[in-house]
């Protein structure tokens, strides 16, 4: 079972997407991340350097024919760390319905 | 942790969840795959309703030798397209049993139309079943897979 560890590098809601869209992949394009969280360019390069300074995310450079195209995938470090925020939102939730319960 | 509302630890949950299963719609084959299985199935149709049996036997056996090859990579599902690589947890298990079932599947819808057709006195029953059946495969493979996927939970 994961510890609860609420993380506020992870939790605003573009990075949350990103982190969720890269637990649920060995390793997405740059392209594609941009497509799916509608982000542009510059705002998705900046997401994805504030998650690899944190040790979240790896990126790599591809040579794909003619273009260089940028892979990003999560490291344990990063998996880790959005599944304890993960249980740290549901822990959230669990106790604020058992506060609702013991006062009605 | 102080600080964050019920609702929109809510929020984030469901916007974590979407992102998940927006890779999850990634599963699948590519392309390609579905093409090529098509004009497979017109070959080995045309070498079945033309050709002496011996050569359709090692076309087909030929054909199965290719998928067979091609299957061990592209099956689970997780290589659709060149722009992510769904994670094996994502893609489960079962994929790879759901193709093959689907195509067993297209075989037995062949053999049916061409046994119908041929009952109904048309020539090359076996050439227009798989022409039927490529069809099928070629333009309807990504959405049959897709919804006994969702059948089958896989």
């Known amino acids: 079972m994961t510890e609860p560890r609420f993380d506020e590098l992870i939790h605003p809601s573009t990075r949350l997407s990103l982190v969720a869209t890269l637990t649920a992949a060995d390793w997405a394009e740059f392209g594609y991340l941009k497509e799916q969280l509608g982000l542009s360019d510059s705002a998705l390069s900046k997401q994805l350097t504030t998650l690899e300074e944190a040790g979240y995310v790896t990126t790599e450079r591809r040579l794909s024919g003619t273009r260089r195209k940028v892979r990003a995938r999560l490291t344990d470090a990063g998996r880790d760390a959005f599944d304890g925020h ?6 959230i939730i669990t106790e604020a319905g058992a506060a609702r319960r013991s006062e009605g | ?26 599963v699948g084959l ?12 017109l ?32 099956l689970d ?8 690589q769904v994670s094996r947890a994502v893609a489960g298990h079962r994929v790879p049993l759901v193709v093959v079932g689907m195509l067993v599947g297209l075989v037995a819808v062949t053999v049916g ?6 009952a109904d006195g048309a020539d ?21 897979l897709r919804v006994l996927r969702r059948w089958a939970r896989a």
């Open chain 2, 43 to 74: 070959v080995l149709g045309g070498l079945g309703s033309e050709a002496p049996s011996w050569v359709a036997g090692m076309a087909t056996a030929t054909f199965g030798a290719a998928h067979a090859a091609l299957a061990s990579r592209l």
């Open chain 2, 30 to 41: 590519p392309r390609g795959y579905w093409w090529a299985m098509a004009a497979g199935w």
């Open chain 2, 113 to 118: 139309a061409a046994l119908a057709l041929d």
């Open chain 2, 77 to 84: 599902g997780r290589r659709r397209t060149g722009r992510l």
């Open chain 1, 86 to 91: 993960i249980a740290a939102l549901q822990e």
């Open chain 2, 124 to 144: 090359h029953a076996a050439l227009w079943a798989a022409v039927l059946v490529a069809a099928i495969v070629g333009f309807g493979g990504p959405d049959i």
């Open chain 2, 1 to 26: 942790m102080d600080g964050i509302a019920p609702e929109e630890a809510l929020t984030a949950l469901d916007a974590a969840d979407r992102a998940r299963r927006q890779v999850t719609e990634e």
